[in-house]
């Protein structure tokens, strides 16, 4: 092929139109909905956000699904594994087994029933090792207490130490922490904006002495206030929240004080303001809508704190008293008997870690998706 | 420089003094008195035991003589331990908890740097989702949880470690792996993201177009850069694992300063709660003192006070 050289004929001029220099090229869309956009693409954010939906769903109506109540104990039925029908393969099959060693496999066989109050009829032995290789013969037990008690319904997730349907405790402990924590996170947001707010908007004397108190109150580890506030109220749902949110308002407070400080000096403002806006209207529509996407990011990160701090206190003794159990008291009576009945610590511990889990996740999801460098 | 620590120093015996006020009359609020068996006492013995705890003097006085006694490192006597000091108590019960705070802080920073580090490296690899999965379970799952599976499995199921006590250095092993989870978790997304950012940096592709091999632009130009940043993280990190060794303590029987305080809130002793609270917030404001303070000297663009 040659080279050749165009003509001018070739080049014919755009007609430029007036209507496309106006066309924008995609689908204009809010802050909001670009957001959300972004928040539904966010794999790990939505896997977060279903966690979260089953674990409130079951919370709102787990403790109906059976007969059982909460507080109905019946010693005789303590301390069951969980047995779910059909749910066998993944070890949900209500038996209790214990391995034992000893010199011989009668030796060994008699210790490892002696863990079952030498309950031959429902126990069934299988030799692992007899201990012909030179080693000590190895025998496991399996029992079935569901056969041994009669008891003919299932406990979903077995029983505590007083013969109490997990089951049920565990949603009812699942739907107190929530509550703990959702009315905390919104206290502590509308504490922590308001303070925040009237910091930075006002400003100048009013600003410096809030940040003053601020700045002592962050001195105080929140810990030391929350065990303090929990030992002067009576332990009761009402008083953890209150401990929960003295201090927890802080962040939120500081965080908004910091965006408002920015925002207030910005043109748009500025031009606000020149326009005749009263500071109603600027706070309304200029300063809010812009502060929003961290609030929402701040409260979903203080949700899954106070979950851990309720946890938390009941784990130091300062928890809900006895009749009323979160998912802390759970995991604490759980405790008790680790070493030999570990899923009556299972369950609830389970359960709050996918409420941790699912709440950090959205959360992080959220801050990617509210965050505008992330647009694409 | 000098003037700002001192500046700073002010406003945290400001803080301190204020707590102890704080937690003297709260404390005073509070039911209970040493004397838990007061009805086989006579009321001369009563008033003797008073008189030993300084219960008799009105309010004030009580007030003038704690806050006196707390600039001579005086608590006062544990009402639950004949007549031992909490200072002597709490000077006791510091090492195990020490311990723990130090050897999981400084595991949990070097494998959380580790995995951090490995993840902007292999920047949305198998070894990034790895890590990031990490980081997240690690910071959502409270370490008391961990705490029980660690005791369960390596404890009493495997028989690797010892399940509780404090007799030896196998005994720390457990609750400092439960410890450690949570400085893992943050460290390794904190490290991700600013090794991502100095990796992206001008520098660094000088530092490449000058061929300087893969291992040394991350570990001589960008490591080094990355880390700084990561001692901010230390301070709120070594917060968090005092109220984890709290937990951890009871879990694991350590006999430290936090286990002592539990056992105090269950038993209303007052001046080892009042005395922990103390010596607990002077940690905190003293570490997050340290760590303004290390900040500005490591990272020359950071200056605490114009001109210096």
Redesign the interface.
């Known amino acids: 092929m040659e080279n050749q050289t165009p003509s001018k004929d070739l080049f014919v001029p755009v007609e430029r139109e007036r209507e496309e220099q106006h066309e924008i090229g995609r689908p204009s869309l809010s802050f909001w909905r670009d957001s959300m956009i972004r928040l539904r693409k966010n794999k790990?954010a939505m896997a977060g956000l279903v966690m979260l939906i089953i674990v409130a769903i079951m919370a709102l109506f787990g403790p109906y699904m059976n007969e059982y109540t909460a507080n109905e104990q019946d010693l005789s039925r303590a301390k069951i594994p969980a047995k779910v029908d059909g749910l066998g393969w993944l070890g949900l099959d209500g038996t209790l087994s214990q391995i034992e060693e000893g010199d011989t496999v009668e030796a060994a066989r008699s210790s490892a029933l002696a863990r079952f109050s030498n309950d031959e009829e429902f126990t069934e032995i299988n030799v692992l090792s007899d201990g012909s290789d030179g080693g000590e013969a190895r025998v496991e037990a399996v029992h079935d207490p569901y056969a041994a008690k009669d008891i003919d319904s299932n406990f979903w997730f077995g029983t505590d130490g007083l013969g109490r349907d997990q089951w049920t405790r565990v949603w009812e402990g699942t739907r107190i922490s929530l509550y703990i924590a959702l009315l905390a996170a919104a206290i502590d947001m509308v504490i922590g904006v308001a303070y925040g707010g009237i910091s930075a908007y006002y400003g100048g004397r009013v600003d410096n002495y809030m940040q003053r108190i601020i700045?002592?109150l962050t001195?105080?580890?929140n810990?030391?206030v929350v065990?303090?506030m929990i030992?002067?109220l009576d332990p009761g749902i009402m008083s953890i929240t209150i401990a929960l949110v003295i201090t927890g308002w802080i962040p939120m407070a500081r965080i908004v004080r910091g965006q408002v400080l920015k925002l207030k000096s910005q043109e748009f403002v500025l031009a606000s303001q020149t326009l005749g806006s009263s500071d109603n209207r600027v706070i309304r529509k200029h300063l809010v809508p812009n502060v929003m996407g961290l609030i929402i990011i701040n409260t979903m990160f203080t949700i899954?704190s106070a979950i851990?701090f309720e946890?938390?206190l009941s784990?130091?003794?300062?928890g809900l008293p006895t009749p009323q159990a979160s998912l802390g008291t759970l995991?604490d009576e759980?405790?008790k008997s680790?070493?030999i009945y570990?899923f009556i610590?299972f369950w609830p511990?389970l359960v709050?870690?996918i409420l941790?889990?699912g709440?950090?996740?959205l959360a992080?999801g959220l801050r990617d998706a509210f965050d505008p460098k992330m647009r694409e | 420089m000098v003037r700002y620590i001192l500046e700073r120093l002010v406003y945290m015996l400001i803080t301190l003094l204020l707590i102890a006020t704080l937690t003297f009359f709260l404390m005073k609020l509070l039911p209970g008195t040493p004397l838990s068996a007061a009805d086989k006492l006579s009321e001369e013995q009563q008033a003797i035991v008073l008189e030993k705890y300084g219960l008799n003097d009105p309010l004030p006085v009580q007030y003038f003589n704690y806050i006196t006694g707390l600039f001579q490192g005086d608590l006062g006597l544990s009402f639950q331990f004949d007549n031992r000091e909490v200072t002597t108590i709490l000077l006791e019960r510091m090492g195990p908890s020490m311990t723990l705070g130090a050897q999981s802080l400084i595991l949990g920073t070097i494998i959380g740097v580790l995995l951090g580090l490995l993840a902007a490296i292999y920047h949305n690899g198998v070894v990034d989702y790895g890590s990031t999965f990490i980081a997240v379970i690690g910071k959502s799952i409270p370490s008391f949880v961990f705490a029980g599976i660690l005791q369960f499995y390596l404890g009493v199921r495997w028989g690797l470690f010892p399940v509780a006590l404090w007799e030896g250095w196998e005994y720390t092993i457990l609750p400092t792996l439960a410890l450690a989870i949570f400085p893992i978790a943050i460290a390794a997304r904190y490290m991700r993201t600013e090794m991502l950012e100095v990796l992206g940096s001008d520098f660094i592709t000088t530092a490449r177009a000058k061929g300087v091999n893969k291992f040394g632009v991350v570990f001589k130009h960008g490591l080094r850069n990355a880390l700084i940043p990561i001692i901010t993280i230390m301070g709120p990190l070594a917060v968090s694992l005092m109220t984890g060794t709290l937990v951890i303590e009871n879990i694991f029987s350590v006999p430290g300063i936090g286990e002592q305080f539990v056992k105090s809130i269950n038993t209303n002793d007052y001046p080892i709660i009042m005395g922990t609270t103390l010596f607990f917030s002077f940690l905190f404001i003293l570490i997050i003192l340290i760590i303004d303070l290390l900040y500005g000297l490591i990272d020359p663009r950071i200056r605490l006070t114009e001109g210096d």
């Open positions: 790990g700045e002592i001195g105080i580890p810990l030391v065990v303090l030992l002067i899954p851990f946890a938390f784990f130091i003794g300062l995991i759980g405790f680790l070493q570990p610590l511990a709050l870690s941790m889990i709440f950090n996740v992080d």
